[in-house]
């Protein structure tokens, strides 16, 4: 690996043009011409997925089919190039990129750039380049692998409303957050590459993502739509599966796919779903994953799942969360879930049968919408819920044991 990244690093002092190094001093390759800027030319500038302590994806699109790279460094100011390669081919002649930056060490600030050139001719034996572009750069931290503390900012049940986003997020504008967990209702149902840009990509980039992560989560409306089987190409998930676990700071998440609200069966389906099979399979799955050190030595667990167990009548979709996942968050001491989809915002205690709190975001009309803030450390979770009006409109605490 060390040879391949001083490979890399070799190709990145050839190839690229303009380095910068500690200082901010600019060095010229010889004979390389200088990278030009047309921001223009990427439909949707870097947004930052599954960033972990040591490795994230970047993922963009560019207007035209290209080749692209990342150009990034850390604190020594060395600048490193990342391509993404399978079975010996650097993935191009695309519009959608998805590259990992691996080898990045915990706890550090780094800064990064898209490039790319579009293939104007692509040929069995001849391939030709238009110029090169690079976006600006942009900064992340990655997170230390024994981190005290985390945040992150919930938003669930946007609806195809992009305007939502700048309302949501000002709302928060004097907090920071780790990440932004969007929990499910992002949209109505899934059209096409030129919605998920305008209604999530183009907003988010503009606002947090090319600096901070996103997850998606999925909805039951995610699942709707003739797009709706591409749409996991625009995000990178844990062995790209919409359900899984990470901890961070002192939290062990569980991020859960909740499916259709309907029962299978439901004509509006036509015979071609099949969510209870879904949901049974993240059940035996946890089932696992409540036995793992990470888990149990966590000093918190917290489930972030779009249809809640409880609070969300009794339709099919709701009932069969509460059948299967129910009886494993209560006796293995989940925390908190953190839910959408009823569009009636509410912090709901531990109470009766419901052994846990179950907190639901509103939705999805404009002041409606609410902004979770989570934070943890080793004294208490806190969680603040508040209106895309500013107003804050609950809370709920949980000291540490
Ligand atoms: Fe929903």
């Known amino acids: 690996m060390n040879k391949r990244r001083e490979f890399l690093k070799q190709v990145s002092l050839l190839s690229v043009g303009v380095l910068t190094t500690k200082g901010n001093t600019s060095v010229m390759a010889k004979d390389v011409q200088p990278l030009s800027l ?46 993404m390669e399978e079975d010996g081919i650097y993935d191009s002649y ?8 691996p080898d990045l060490r915990p706890g550090e600030t780094y800064r990064y750039r898209a490039c790319s050139k579009p293939i104007t001719l692509f040929e069995p034996y001849k391939l030709e380049y238009g110029a090169e572009i690079a976006t600006p ?37 004097d907090r920071t957050f780790d990440f932004v967990a969007l929990n499910g ?19 988010c980039t503009t606002l947090f993502a090319s600096k901070t992560p996103f997850i998606m989560i999925r909805g039951n409306h995610e699942t709707r739509g003739k797009f709706r089987r591409a749409f996991k190409n625009y995000f990178t998930l844990p062995n790209n599966s919409y359900h899984f676990t990470f901890n961070q700071g002192p939290v062990c998440w569980v991020i859960l796919d909740t499916g259709e609200d309907k029962p299978d069966d439901h004509p509006v389906y036509a015979g071609i779903v099949a969510f209870d099979a879904l949901r049974e399979r993240q059940a ?9 050190k990470a888990y149990k030595e966590a000093a918190y667990r917290v489930v972030i799942m779009h249809i809640p167990p409880y609070h969300s009548g009794d339709w099919h979709g709701p009932t069969h969360c509460r059948t299967v996942f129910d009886p494993i968050f209560a006796s293995n001491d989940v925390d908190l879930v953190v839910s959408g989809h009823t569009h009636r915002y509410g912090i709901h205690p531990p109470k009766g049968v419901q052994k846990y709190p179950v907190i639901i975001g509103g939705g999805s009309k404009d002041g409606t919408r609410t902004a979770i803030h989570i934070t943890a450390n080793e004294k208490q979770l806190h969680l603040d819920m508040i209106l895309d009006d500013g107003r804050k409109v609950g809370e709920y605490t949980i000291k540490a044991t």
């Open 94 to 101: 695309t519009t959608l990129h998805k590259i990992q930056i």
């Open 185 to 203: 209702d992002t949209f109505n149902y899934q059209t096409d590459e030129k919605q998920i840009i305008d209604n999530l990509l183009t907003p």
């Open 137 to 173: 750069w942009y900064t992340f931290r990655t997170p230390t692998t024994d981190s005290a503390e985390v945040s992150c900012l919930v938003l669930n049940d946007i609806h195809d409303s992009p305007q939502a986003f700048g309302k949501l997020l000002d709302t928060v504008k």
């Open 38 to 83: 047309h921001p223009n030319a990427f439909a949707v500038p870097p947004y930052l997925q599954h960033l972990t302590p040591t490795s994230t994806w970047v993922m963009f699109i560019t207007a035209e089919k290209a080749y692209s790279w990342l150009e990034y460094e850390g604190e020594s100011g060395i600048t490193q190039k990342a391509h």
């Open 284 to 292: 035996r799955w946890l089932e696992e994953v409540v036995k793992t």
